[in-house]
């Protein structure tokens, strides 16, 4: 398992590319923990019934490692590490983007019949959310200056 910080740059978010076989009749995508990113997969979930002004996210983690992949449609990912922002666009099922603890995250802009799979280090843990963006920014910028 990848170490934690109070407070992790946004560079430090990587779109993941993930072995895909394509042929006339589909296409297959698989993903490994351990593998492609560095941590075991302990839960799954997934966001459906998506419509194009849904906002989701809206928090930060402080343990949690995720990784948030578009298996239909596209998606923006607005990550944020307090300091610095920048937006993503999730458009290939075979691209996850990585996304460390500390950073808060939004996603936004779906696609019609968009569906976004997580990948996540740990299974539920409310104690794990960050869910107010003030207190994100003081636990951030409080760390950066030690
Ligand atoms: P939340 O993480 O806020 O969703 P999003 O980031 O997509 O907006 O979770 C929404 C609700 O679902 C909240 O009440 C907690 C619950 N939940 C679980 O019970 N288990 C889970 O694994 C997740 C991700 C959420």
Not at 9 to 29: A, R, Y
């Amino acid at each position: 398992m990848i170490g934690c910080n109070f407070s992790m740059h946004i560079n430090e978010c990587k779109i993941i590319d993930f072995p895909e076989f394509v042929d006339s009749t589909g296409s297959l995508t698989f993903v490994e923990g351990m593998n492609h990113f560095d941590f075991v997969i302990h839960r799954i979930y997934y966001l459906t019934r998506l419509t194009e002004n849904s906002i989701r996210g809206g928090h930060a983690h402080k343990a949690l490692y995720q990784v948030v992949i578009p298996i239909s449609g596209s998606f923006e990912v607005c990550i944020d590490d307090g300091i610095n922002s920048k937006r993503v666009r999730l458009t290939r099922p075979n691209q996850g983007l990585l996304i460390t603890p500390f950073i808060w995250r939004t996603l936004e802009q779906f696609s019609l019949n968009a569906i976004c799979l997580v990948l996540a280090s740990d299974r539920y843990n409310e104690d794990d959310y960050i869910r107010n963006y003030e207190s994100f920014r003081n636990i951030v910028i409080s760390n950066s200056n030690v």
